[in-house]
């Protein structure tokens, strides 16, 4: 059988071995740009000379283990070493990265107490370290594309606004971006012919309440040849990739919708 034409970007991401790099990183600077947002600067020498070349790529972070300063770095493979203590790692965006400091930032959305990474976004003080591994490329770029749809909740946010700002001027682009309220918005930039919506939760919880996938439902998109890239929690991005493939026809190539996170008592083969 004929073997599918990648995109370039596609085959970089292919092609990018994981880990490329792990390193150690220290807080730099902590801000928030909103209300339920950590904005995190990171600096350290592990930084220097990494890859950049598609927006929002992604870095997993490694805290250390309880009662440690310092994490422990997997080998080649995600292999770590024997006896090591076990440590807590997820996978965040870079927001943006620097390369004459170098320095990276990522976006920490505070959901509450019930994830490490959220708890120790919310106390994060300049001098505290973590590892990291990566980056890896996650926004694949479609140069065909006539227009493109990004949507997504706040853990999104991050690599939408990464993407916007890279995206061609003029091109048709359509943005979901579901929120608590009017005190999550942000300003974003793009040369794009961008039109967003903001959508409110007005008290509902993240990941139970539909009225992300009610717009992107109820949405005109052109005509032609579109991208789509969908974040969020795993079984409301289910619901989009069905709708996306099944009533929209769209094909899984310009096609990305992928679960960021779940709620416990989403089903473990939800993705
Ligand atoms: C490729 C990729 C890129 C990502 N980029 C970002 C990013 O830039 N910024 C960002 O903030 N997140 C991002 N995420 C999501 C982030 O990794 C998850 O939210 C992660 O679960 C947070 O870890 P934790 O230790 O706080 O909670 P966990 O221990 O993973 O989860 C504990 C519980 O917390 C709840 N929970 C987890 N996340 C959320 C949430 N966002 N809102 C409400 N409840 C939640 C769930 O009920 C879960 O069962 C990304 C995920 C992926 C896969």
């Known amino acids: 059988m004929a073997q599918a034409q990648l995109s370039p970007a596609a085959a970089r991401a292919r ?16 801000a928030r740009p909103t209300p339920n947002v950590a904005r995190i600067v990171f600096s350290g020498e592990d930084l ?43 996978n965040y965006t870079v927001r943006s990265y620097d390369r004459s400091r170098p320095e990276l930032t990522i976006d920490f959305v505070l959901h509450g107490d019930h994830g ?13 370290v973590l590892g990291f591994a990566g980056p890896r490329i996650h926004f694949i770029t479609e140069p ?17 606004s990464a993407t916007l700002e890279r995206l061609p001027a003029g091109h048709p682009t359509r943005v979901f971006v579901e929120v608590a309220d009017a005190s999550c918005h942000t300003t974003l930039w793009s040369a794009a012919d961008l039109t967003l919506e903001w959508i409110h939760r007005d008290g509902e919880a993240p990941g139970r309440c539909t009225r992300l996938e009610e717009a992107v439902r109820a949405a005109e998109l052109p005509e032609g040849q ?46």
């Not at 092609?15 to 902590?30: C, M, Q």
């Not at 490490?116 to 505290?128: K, L």
């Not at 969908?230 to 679960?259: D, F, N």
């Open 226 to 271: 579109g991208k789509v890239w969908v974040a969020g929690e795993s079984l409301v991005v289910r619901r989009l990739r069905e709708h996306l493939k099944g009533e929209r026809g769209l094909t899984i190539g310009p096609l990305q919708a992928i679960g960021y996170w779940k709620h416990r008592d989403t089903p473990a083969d939800v993705e």
């Open 144 to 160: 065909d594309a006539d227009w493109t749809l990004l949507a997504g909740d706040e853990t999104a946010l991050p690599a939408i």
């Open 48 to 90: 220097r000379d990494l890859p950049d070349e598609e927006p929002g790529e992604i870095i997993t972070l490694i805290w250390p283990a309880e009662g440690r300063d310092e994490p422990v770095l997997p080998a080649a493979g995600w292999k770590f070493p024997d006896g090591c203590p076990e440590q807590h790692c997820r």
């Open 116 to 128: 490490a990474a959220s708890r120790w976004a919310t106390a994060a003080r300049p001098g505290q």
């Open 15 to 30: 092609d990018r071995p994981f880990p490329l790099r792990t390193g150690r990183i220290e807080v730099r600077h902590v």
